[in-house]
T-cell receptor, first 112, second 117 residues
Framework: GNSVTQMEGPVTLSEEAFLTINCTYTATGYPSLFWYVQYPGEGLQLLLKATKADDKGSNKGFEATYRKETTSFHLEKGSVQVSDSAVYFCALSDYEGGKLIFGQGTELSVKP | EAQVTQNPRYLITVTGKKLTVTCSQNMNHEYMSWYRQDPGLGLRQIYYSMNVEVTDKGDVPEGYKVSRKEKRNFPLILESPSPNQTSLYFC????????????????FGPGTRLTVT
């Protein structure tokens, strides 16, 4: 079945450091790919999405490119801030039941 | 404001005491879904509904029930809660018009943290 694998956390960075969170997927067909963010004590918010191969999703300085050849959707940001501290989830859309299939989440902690 | 609301946000209960977590959306979405979030496992789908009176099991439906009598509401029912249902629960909704192509993201509620002792 379809699945998503994210890099293990937690990830700890200093402010203004470069961020990469790896995400790879296994899927049949042509799913859409998403990054969701969960700030402490809050629900999930959509951060960015890409609906087809080579699409780049971007938002709030984050970006991710849908790479079909490597089945990846890595999240990047050039300069992280303390306010980016959160748990990040990679997900893909599954045709069966319309559900999202999530990775296990990666906790990011940014220190001043 | 477009939103998905859940109640209660926090709940501590005892084994076997029936409970209901409510979910409501104001976006006229056909599709609604329940997930549970557990450490190291991400989010897993419990049940979903494609429209009123249409519900189906997700990946982890055991111990849960749902109903969809109105388009806006999708309550999650635990008839006899057990400690292994201690988790963080999220309700989500989406429009069906793009769902078949997987193009539409889902909108999530703020979550309900349930503890069963």
């Amino acid at each position: 079945g379809n699945s998503v694998t994210q890099m293990e956390g937690p990830v700890t960075l200093s402010e203004e450091a470069f961020l990469t969170i790896n995400c790879t997927y296994t899927a049949t067909g042509y799913p859409s790919l998403f990054w969701y963010v969960q700030y402490p004590g809050e629900g999930l918010q959509l951060l960015l999405k890409a609906t087809k191969a080579d699409d780049k999703g971007s938002n709030k300085g984050f970006e991710a490119t849908y790479r079909k050849e490597t089945t990846s959707f890595h999240l990047e940001k050039g300069s992280v801030q303390v306010s980016d501290s959160a748990v990040y989830f990679c997900a893909l859309s599954d045709y069966e039941g319309g559900k999202l299939i999530f990775g296990q989440g990666t906790e990011l902690s940014v220190k001043p | 404001e477009a939103q998905v609301t859940q109640n209660p946000r926090y709940l501590i209960t005892v084994t076997g005491k029936k409970l209901t977590v409510t979910c409501s959306q104001n976006m006229n979405h056909e599709y609604m879904s329940w997930y549970r979030q557990d450490p190291g496992l991400g989010l897993r789908q419990i049940y979903y509904s494609m429209n009123v009176e249409v519900t189906d099991k997700g990946d982890v439906p055991e111990g849960y029930k749902v109903s969809r009598k109105e388009k806006r509401n999708f309550p999650l029912i635990l008839e006899s809660p057990s400690p292994n249902q201690t988790s963080l629960y999220f309700c989500a909704s989406s429009s069906m018009s793009g769902l078949a192509g997987g193009r539409y993201e889902q909108y999530f509620g703020p979550g309900t943290r349930l503890t069963v002792t």
